[in-house]
């Protein structure tokens, strides 16, 4: 157990529709980052938050929007749904936001767009 | 753009064997090299890391090599355990702003046989 939660586990959709995965990160870190898992692919950055602020950006659709909130917890808001949306859906967090140190990773949450 | 690339998709070995996992990139301004393992239904976990101004980590079984001039890296883990039968991921720091960004290779899936 990493320690970073993740909710919902599992989250079937139909496209079009909205969705908001949340993250709870380690007791002490500061920092959130999320990741996409696609079939076959390996995980790719969306984006990492560091204390409430955003700090770096990878290849993020503008469908999709994350923060992070005073208790540091985090959520991507996923929005206007495509079937190739359908992906594991990672959050890890760290200490600090250097990324020298460990990236602590939850369990995921895996969307199904139907 | 992969710039991060693990170009074996398995490995199988066998029990008390080395087991070698090997990943090239191909952006120079990388400067911190990370391994991480991941068992189905569960987020990756931090295995071993290297700096780029050193050439080798050792942590028990686990030792990482870094050829800078040949963008290379790999991963030996001895002697092979089932229990290491899992999903490796190399995954690569950008440096400067980048912050905490990891750029991930797609795995190599390693079985060891008992």
């Not at chain 1, 929005?79 to 890890?92: I, K, P, Q, T």
Request: glycine residues 10%; hydrophobic residues 30%.
């Amino acid at each position: 157990d990493s320690g970073v939660t993740q909710t919902p586990k599992h989250l079937i959709t139909a496209t079009g529709q909205r969705v908001t995965l949340r993250c709870s990160p380690r007791s002490g870190d500061l920092s959130v980052y999320w990741y996409q898992q696609s079939l076959d692919q390996g995980l790719q950055f969306l984006i990492q938050y560091y204390n409430g602020e955003e700090r770096a950006k990878g290849n993020i659709l503008e469908r999709f929007s994350a923060q992070q909130f005073p208790d540091l917890h985090s959520e991507l808001n996923l929005s206007s749904l495509e079937l190739g949306d359908s992906a594991l859906y990672f959050c890890a967090s760290s200490v600090v936001g250097s990324g020298l140190n460990e990236q602590f990773f939850g369990p995921g949450t895996r969307l199904t767009v139907l | 753009d992969q710039q991060v690339k693990q170009n074996s998709p398995s490995l199988s070995v066998q029990e008390g064997r080395i087991s070698i996992l090997n990943c090239d990139y191909t952006n120079s301004m990388f400067d911190y090299f990370l391994w991480y393992k991941k068992y189905p239904a569960e987020g990756p976990t931090f295995l071993i890391s290297i700096s780029s101004i050193k050439d080798k980590n050792e942590d028990g079984r686990f030792t990482v090599f870094l050829n800078k001039s040949a963008k290379h890296l790999s991963l030996h883990i001895v002697p092979s355990q089932p229990g290491d039968s899992a999903v490796y991921f190399c995954a690569a720091r950008g440096g400067g702003t980048s912050y905490g960004k990891l750029t991930f290779g797609q795995g190599t899936i390693l079985t060891v046989h008992p």
